[in-house]
């Protein structure tokens, strides 16, 4: 049954791929929360309403089929119920269910497609960058939440203090303890609508005391999302190079020391098919390793192609700094980009290593000249 | 006597145990401020007053007899005056006497409630979160206090300008100098209520250089408290785990150079009961060391215990990185993680820690061979 | 003539101390400054007007005699022209000169008094901070200034976009450039007066991109910020703190290295008279070098000095961490405070130093056990 | 021909230098910018039509004229297609065309000016600070694109949930999506307006979520902007910092890893021409040495002059703080400036780097002493 259904799969597949593919989604997404927002508008509901109700309905199939086909996939390896508890799950939930539920129970529809602002969520689906925010928030819990007690406390205080201030003098903005806390949270985090204003001189104080302590609070608050973002990134970037880094062959031989070093240093860069990395003549002031895919090195007489493992742009970083010949990608590929910066204080530390990009620079060289003897080019671009 | 008092303990432990519970005390927490909130809207006061007081009462009651308890438990061991002074018991007095004395004094209970307000600063007791952000505002004191006389000195001479600058035209909102102050600070934290809006074309000019500077001078306050709390944390993350890493027999044969290495890499995690670490088939990207409780690893013939001082999922590090079995803990348990990241890095500066690693792992598969001769799963899940 | 003059000052020392003490200096900073503000109320002017020009003219005189004191102090080193472009001195002139020359030249005392408003740049004078902060906007200045060129461009655009899109629908709020320009400044500061409001679609789109623009803006500013304090930080800290190892001469055995090292891990602490440092039965987690000042040890036959030099409360780093003794400083006294966490990662690095502190604990040990040999009390409270 | 242009150009060089410097393009488009606001105002277009319209001319023809000339230097190296999608190049072109065309076209010049503001765009020509905040955002794309996410989300969420719960009570602010947006906008942001403010209790607690929830979501932007930043900084001036040390002979004769040391604790100044670098009898905390240019230092008999590749400034780190005499650059010059802090963590690393400064200055000390032999002063001002 798989073996039919793949091939079945083969036919459908370009339409099935631009259909799942990121941009397709975006693009559903932004028409569906539109036609959503304009039903809102009285005048346009009567004018338009068939062609909005349609175009809403096209993308509730859309995403229908999507989370079908999706939860089919997951389902290939998974238990059904083990993936309806996973988030991408929830959201695909979340975005089909209610607006569908609501119209079958015949719920006006103006309403009912209320709940498709809940598609909204499907920009948070499958991507790594959520997850690490999410660990910054976990890893720096507890000092967040002692923020946010500091913030509550602060709150309920100032809540109290004005009500108590002004309750006489204005009824009807401090009255009642409810609405001096809403005055505390629109001044505590600074917004300021100004529906509600302290007008006498110990409630200016107190406001005063409140905006300031909001900033004091939220500054504490940022302070602290910085310190952990900056360690998750430091983090995550480590992992990630590491794997790849173990892929280039030229690196296996060092030891491990100095491998930990170099992935320190080392940036990921995922590009596209057909784009320029290099450009003949610019400034370089980096040098890359190609950890998957092909780049092409054009040099004049037929150009020459790098695989996985082999490294080009290092003569920008041994001498003269502007790039000889473009290099463009063959397929999409994974680069590891290494800096000027880095470049300089690792062959400090490992000159070893400064002689081994030389050697496998001369390698190639030799190579290039055994192909075509008529020439003299060097393959790699400086 | 003490002993008449345990044995008197024993039969009211549960309770009571429960009674001083973190998530009890919240609840009567938010319950009691829910109240004397709702208490403040003169419809609610005249409808369900009587609820509501007897409400309140309870919450009273349970504040007061939790701070007598832990003002007994303290004072065994230190004296009464002194106990008085710790910042628990302040607080612990706060939210006790003010209500109780204006209720007793005959104050109308609608207003004596109000002081119900302070039992908010019983988020703060008892966290450690909090000494830790105090100990940042003071390690950044003379900075902090800077900016803070920078701020005061924009306000003050904002203030004046503004003044100069509107009075004639707008007399009524900045016809003296109180008023003036009170626009400043409005406009400083970019809070701006709109109740005094300069009107002048150089109003306007002062009233945006004074937005600039408010963003400035609260962009520096930032800059200094994220660089404390990164300082604080890297400080206090050590000390704890310096602690957790001495219990640890695998580490005490380390010198204590690699001890101090390890320690910067090794991050706490307190779990509770019953909680899942390791699910079987997860990728995993972390091993764990034990530093208190026990966990039990799902091997099938009978699952096997390890208690403070092993190891496990140091599989994921060293091959597959596909998670073997579950380990579930079965008791409050302190666990050190290491980091993917850092275990490459240690083990690339510490290659016999990665053999005692691979060593201890065979061991306690060849015991665990020992024991169920029939099957040939390793303890340790990967 | 010097002569006579310190013997006059003999005489008046403790009053002039404490008129020209840092406490003495802000009372009266903010008496004048208060007396100043409630000037500028009609009712008070007229009620009070005696008394507060009273006040005002004894702070006014209180700052002419301070400024002609520091003045003569400092010509006796500089001469008064290099001495007059200080930023002291010209704080000192702008306090004292426009105020006389307002009052003087017949100006009404309502309005003279308005220039005591740059009292209040008083707080900057004499300030390490200041410096500091400074520093950190110099060292920035680049960034800081793109940024800068960023709001304006955004500023700039904005005021042209909204109007373009509000002029012929508001009129009064967006109808010149001038006043879409004071919208844009109240919006991209988030600050949000609400005087003027666009109303049309394109003109709410334009709002949002104009406050999210803002933010973003202002995100990098105080990352620049963050960035540039915490390099300043580290480079300040380890001077000041360099100088003051180099006085106790326990480091001075030490290699320049392990001094570098233990330099950038030791915390200044100025410590007052009579304070006390160490507290007996409280947990210890740092010991302290005293770089100057003397600090006497409460043990009970006779309590004992340590001086300069002399170290205390390390017992509480090698083993149990309660405090066997109190510790009060007998001067003010500067001490170099090192936490556990750093204490334990020097010792590790440098066995040398934690056999030094062993011995020179025990040797203070043996000579307290000599001056009193009833006794076998450690003079080195833990 | 290109002799031909450059004899040329050897006499309208000062006016040319003059007109293309930084200042006067500042000038011209601070002077335009005015105009164009002032224009807008109609009682300014009324009476000063004519010298706005003249001054708004001027500056067009100041920038056409500045516009050609790039053009032409540029072409001379690469193609005009190719200089025309440079950044550079556009700005140049937005600033001059659209307000060209629309005033030749016929628009009324009061709003053909309007294209003006396009002007202030060349703030950011030719800026290397651009380029760096550019690249932090590239860099750090992945993470602030998530957080950007995670703004829309919350803003459609919180725009839907105000609709449901204020359409009813309000529906003149609240009673279309379009408008509850507009409101989530402004109050995620904590702008604040307050022409659209929730008045129901549920609408209440959904906004203090939606202000709360704004100020995290934009600390977390903060905290990644500041920690790209960070990194950015610190590898652009490894680079910059590099290449100048490179041109220090005194450095040439490290080993290559101290050189990589030393280069991440220099800083480089540019200092203007005339410009005094150390003043006699200041407290010094930094030695500097001379990458490019000149300077004199003034000693007595006759000032001596120091070239690229000098240091100077040394004496104050080795023993005495104070320094002996005014040093004064002739030329403009690049200086590396090493602090105290530096200095000693450096030379503690490398004792022979601290001979070599010593016998360097003997060396210098002693050329000094064979050319003025009458006198004894040190060509080294400390």
Known sequence: MKHALTSLGDYTAPVRRFGASFIARLMVLAVGLCAMTVLTIPEMEQSASLWLNLCLGSCLAYFIVESVMRAYEHTRNTRLLNYLFTPGAIVDLLGVAPVTIALVSGVPPATAWLFASLWIL???????????????????????????????????????????????????????????????????????????????????????????????????????????????????????????????????????????????????????????IIRRGKVGDCMYFIAGGEVQVDIKPSPVRLGAGAFFGELALLGDSIRTANVTTTMPSTLLVLDLADFRALTAHHPDLKREIDAEGQRRLAENRRREPQRRTSVSPS
Chains 1, 2, 3, 4 share one sequence.
Do not use: C
Not at 212 to 237: M, Y
């Open 122 to 276: 499907k920009l948070a689906q499958d991507s790594p960058g959520f997850a690490q925010l999410g660990r910054v928030f976990v890893l720096e819990a507890k000092p967040l939440a002692s923020v946010f007690a500091v913030f509550l406390i602060l709150l309920f205080l100032s809540a109290a203090g004005i009500y108590v201030l002004e309750r006489d003098y204005q009824p009807a903005a401090f009255g009642t303890l409810p609405e001096a806390l809403w005055w505390a949270v629109v001044t505590l985090t600074t917004t300021g609508y100004g529906d509600a204003v302290p007008q006498t001189n110990l409630g200016h104080f107190l406001g005063a005391f409140v905006m300031v302590s909001g900033i004091a609070t939220f500054g504490l608050w940022t302070g602290i999302l910085a310190t952990g973002f900056a360690a998750e990134s430091r983090r995550r970037n480590f992992i990630q190079t590491w794997d790849l880094v173990s892929k280039v062959p030229f690196f296996q031989s060092l030891d491990p020391s100095a491998i930990t070093e170099i992935t320190h240093m080392l940036r990921r860069l995922e590009v596209p098919e057909r784009t320029a």
